[in-house]
């Protein structure tokens, strides 16, 4: 394995959204088992630092396959697709629309229960915005079709954060 190889060659898996999650977590233990620094305890200087730099990219490329969102982006950047998510903020109308509903409901939440229902309907919306993701990426196998609901699921994660700030503080 090279170090500069992307994260589904180092996983061996096929370059997909869709990926099996357990196949994905046994694969970095067995990949972590190899590269593990402990390992190298005993070897030369050389042999530990690149230990410790294959354990470094095992871990980041585990954690971006492991988010659907993360991974999504990855697969554009690797079609060359820029979704310039710092600099485009631009969603559909729709989109805005129902973002300001969320935003108003979370402020106007009194309880956990209402805070609750609003996040189980976010993430609802959420598991219907990744699946229109798979569907551009592994059926039509058009990444650019994904940007704009890459960009809202972004935007959803961000959002159930606030909830969840939020649920902590009516907790408290």
């Not at 310039?84 to 939440?109: G, K, V, Y």
């Not at 919306?125 to 809202?152: C, F, K, Q, S």
């Amino acid at each position: 394995m090279k170090l500069d190889a992307d994260d589904f060659e180092i996983f061996g898996l096929e370059r997909r959204f869709g990926v099996d999650a357990a196949a994905l977590d046994e694969r970095r233990r067995s990949l972590q088992a190899e590269v593990h620094p402990d390992r190298f305890a005993t070897d030369a200087a050389a042999a530990r630092r690149l230990s410790v730099q294959w354990s470094v990219r095992v871990n980041e490329a585990h954690a971006r396959l492991k988010d659907p969102v993360r991974r999504a982006i990855y697969l554009c950047e690797l079609a060359g697709v820029d979704l310039a998510i710092e600099r485009n903020t631009a969603m559909p109308q729709a989109f805005l629309m129902q973002q300001m509903q969320w935003r108003e409901q979370l402020e106007d939440a009194a309880d956990v229960a209402s805070v609750e229902a609003l996040a189980s309907a976010v993430r609802a919306v959420r598991v219907h915005t990744l699946e229109r993701i798979a569907d551009a990426l592994d059926r039509r196998l058009d990444p650019p079709a994904a940007a704009d609901d890459v960009r809202a699921a972004l935007f959803m994660d961000r959002f159930l954060e606030d909830v969840d700030r939020r649920l902590e503080a009516l907790d408290a």
